[in-house]
Structures are given as structure tokens and as C-alpha cells.
């Protein structure tokens, strides 16, 4: 029999030992945010919770302690009976509830007086997001980031989706957020996480990549729709080597009306998210535009918008945010679709290759840049960096 307190820093650091992860708060609270490979053992639900905060407001602490001691046995007993039956003496799980140890400490104390080896986590769940969150520069600092830059519609999301598929180390912090990152980039039907949540996230994800190996990742401004990037690695990514993508704007239409296509069959969903401009457009260049959506004018809406608002926007936020930007490299994929992405991500991936080799591979790497298509790896961009202008990005 053995039951430990873990500190909450340590616990950040061993997470991986640990052959289970058992947060004890209600479905609620889990649903909110929890541990990575955590799964949910209710010692209360959200409705017992709220029952027995009720007999602690009328009938007082002992009341509610007697009814919540009665919950919380018949839970663990069912969590027994669900969970237990084939593991093995070895097995050590890693406990925690919200803060005070008594939903966890309960659970524990059984555990450990079956014969398991159990750790709880030392101040709960309120603990280990603190140290994780202070443990965030470090997680960051540890690994080499290469961002894709471009405007909006150059197929970013797809070159990194590109780039995983083929292999790559990528984050995609959109697909964590759940949003396109702008005004119009929230996704139909899929709400964001938490921010806490989000942070975890992220966290788990810089995590499991490896030091020695670049990570890709989009360019981002601070918010990705209403989540907060972390600053550490806002600050590394706005310091890294960049790429800047490149498409035909009529592909770039294109691309977003793929990509945005609950746009066109919902048109007064577009005119909705359209609204959200008018303090940066004024009344009237908004009402215009929603006025061609109805009219089913969508396409040129779209080219409109990049070629007045998220162009010039995207220009300036590029220059003044990320500082290797002026030195980026152009890449250009023939066209917008997943084999013109999946052959320019294997490109990128042979350059990368490369410029790891010793110097008499220069020459190679020399050849190697022309071949990438009409942007190439190597060649300068013009002179561009800040937060991406609100709207779409893709």
C-alpha cells in the first residue's frame, strides 16, 4: 500500500509515468479543462454537487458532509466495479480533484488500500495549471520554429496540413482553438475551448515534440478568435525564420470559398460575420458587400475584401510583428489543391534536410531552390509583419 502527495511542479515533470490519470471533479468541471490522458471518475456529478451545496445552505456543514460522504462512496464503488477488474498490481495512477484533496483523497485512500501505488497531485487541479502555465517558456524555448506567413487565402492551413502529412513536426494552433482566426473565422456548430483549456492544450502539444527537429507553424496574431496565444510563444514565433506563401489571387478566391463554404450556402450567416466590420469599414462599404452576398455575388465580395482590407492589413501587421519577415523566403505551390501543397511541403522538408548537411552541400541547396515553382526557397521577399486584419485567414 502506498499513497503519495505529488507537488504540483513534479507532477508537470512526471506526468508521463503514470499509467493512469484520474481527475475526481464532476463531468462539469472535466468538460472545462483537465490533465492530458486524463479520464473522468466523478466522485459528485454536477448534480450532486449542486445537491449537497444545497443542504450545506440550509441545513448547515454536517448535513452536507453526511449526504455528500454517502455520494461519494457509492461513486467510487462504481467506479470499482467499471475500471478495476483487469488491472494489474503494477498499475500506479496519478489522482487530483479541484484544490482541497477531499473528492481525490477519497478515491486514493481506496486505491491505495487495494495495494496500488497512487500519487495525488498536491493542491489539485488549481495547483498543476499554475505550474504548468509557468512551466510554458520552457516548453517553448526547447524547440526551433519555422513560421508560414502569406496572406490571407495563400493556403497556410493547407501547407501545414501538407507539412504534417508529410512527415513534418507541426502545431496548428486553429485547429486547437477551433477558429480560423479572424472575425469571420468562427466555425459553425464547433465552439471554441476554454482558454484554459486551450492552454493545455498547447502545452501537451509543444510537449511531445522533439528538440532536435523544426516545428512548423502558421503565423498568428495574439488571439486566435477569442483564445489568447501564450506570450512565450508568441514572442518565439514572432522571432523565428519565416516562409512566405504565395498564390494567384484568383486561386486565393477560390481557396476561400472552399474553405469558407458554409459562407456561400449560408448567405445570411456571411452577412451576419460581415457586420462585425463595420466599425473598421464603415456602414456603408459593409452594407454594399452584404447586399452582392444576397445577390449572390460572393466571389467578388471575396476579391474585394482581399484587395482593400486584408491585403494591405496583412502587409503591415507582418512587418512590424514578425522581424525575420523582410528575410523570408517566397514559396509558391502551382495551384491551391492538397497534391501542389503536398508537393511544396516536400520541398520545404528537403531544404530543411539540407541546410543541416556541411557546407560543401551548399551547392545543392543552391539547385535544390530553384526547383520550388514560381516563389522560390531562397529568394528574398519584399519587404513586409502585425496582427493579421480581422476576417478571414486561411
Known sequence: MSLLQLAAAEAVARLGEFDAIIDCRSEGEFALDHL???????????????????IHA?????????????LVSANIARHLEAHLSDLPRNWRPLVYCWRGGKRSGSLALVLSQIGFNVC??????????????????????????????????????RLLSALADAGAQVLDLEALASHRSSVLGLIPGQPQPTQKRFDTLVWTALESMDQAREVFVES???KVGNLAVPDALMTAMRASACFDLHLDDAERVA?????????????????????????????????????QVRA??????????????????????MRRNFVQFNASETIAPEDRSASAMGRLAQEILA???????????????????????????????????ASPPAGFDS
Not at 144 to 156: A, D, E, L, N, Q
Not at 296 to 317: I, W
Open 120 to 157: 495525488v497531485i498536491d493542491g489539485g487541479y488549481k495547483a498543476f495549471r499554475a505550474a504548468m502555465v509557468a512551466d510554458l517558456p520552457r516548453a517553448v524555448q526547447r524547440l526551433s520554429f519555422r513560421v508560414i506567413c502569406g496572406p490571407t487565402g495563400s493556403g497556410k492551413t
Open 220 to 222: 498568428e496574431s495574439k
Open 36 to 54: 492530458p490522458r486524463a479520464r473522468n471518475w466523478p466522485s459528485l456529478s454536477d448534480a450532486e454537487r449542486h445537491l449537497v451545496g444545497t
Open 296 to 317: 449572390g455575388q460572393t466571389n467578388e465580395v471575396v476579391r474585394e475584401l482581399l484587395a482593400t482590407h486584408y491585403d494591405p492589413g496583412y502587409l503591415q501587421s
Open 255 to 291: 481557396l476561400l470559398l472552399e474553405d469558407y463554404r458554409f459562407f456561400v450556402d449560408e448567405p445570411e450567416l456571411f452577412c451576419e460575420r460581415l457586420g462585425a466590420l463595420t466599425a473598421l469599414r464603415g456602414h456603408d462599404v459593409v452594407q454594399s458587400w452584404q447586399q
Open 58 to 70: 440550509e441545513t448547515g456543514a454536517f448535513d452536507a458532509h453526511k449526504r455528500g460522504a454517502a
Open 351 to 385: 531544404e530543411v534536410e539540407l541546410r543541416r548537411g556541411p557546407p560543401d552541400a551548399a551547392a545543392n541547396r543552391a539547385s535544390l531552390a530553384g526547383q520550388v515553382g514560381r516563389g522560390e526557397l531562397g529568394e528574398p521577399a519584399s519587404p513586409a509583419t
